[in-house]
Nanobody
Framework: VQLQASGGGLVQAGDSLRLSCAAS????????MGWFRQAPGKERDFVSA????????SYADSVKGRFTISRDNAKNTLYLQMNNLKPEDTAVYYC???????????????????WGQGTQVTVSS
């Protein structure tokens, strides 16, 4: 499966953005999907994940209550709605697909098989 992330940009603190991740080559519905982010000089960190059916989600504590992950399997697209953005949210955001379906380790980036190219989100104070 090929993943294409989009929707990043330069915004001010308190603004909102919605990231999209379009899949091609295979149906998104067979994968657990996740969002990760990487700030300059830092590790790639878990942001959020969603089960195949969308019935369960997981969030990093730093984004809980502000970000919402969703998926539209019919459109083969994953989303991340980001509200009340903060300067510390500045990073390159990556979408990823996990075929293992092991939910207990969904926050582990090594579990993901496929990655998009990333989209830059910059939040100014």
């Amino acid at each position: 499966v090929q993943l294409q992330a989009s929707g990043g940009g330069l915004v001010q603190a308190g603004d909102s953005l919605r990231l999209s991740c379009a899949a091609s080559g295979r149906s998104l519905s067979i994968y657990t999907m996740g969002w990760f982010r990487q700030a300059p000089g830092k590790e790639r960190d878990f942001v959020s994940a969603i089960r195949r059916s969308g019935g369960s989600t997981s969030y990093a504590d730093s984004v809980k209550g502000r970000f919402t992950i969703s998926r539209d399997n019919a459109k083969n697209t994953l989303y991340l709605q980001m509200n009340n953005l903060k300067p510390e949210d500045t990073a390159v955001y990556y979408c990823a697909a996990d075929s293992s379906l092991i939910w207990s380790s969904v926050r582990t980036k090594e579990q993901y098989d496929y990655w998009g190219q990333g989209t830059q989100v910059t939040v100014s104070s």
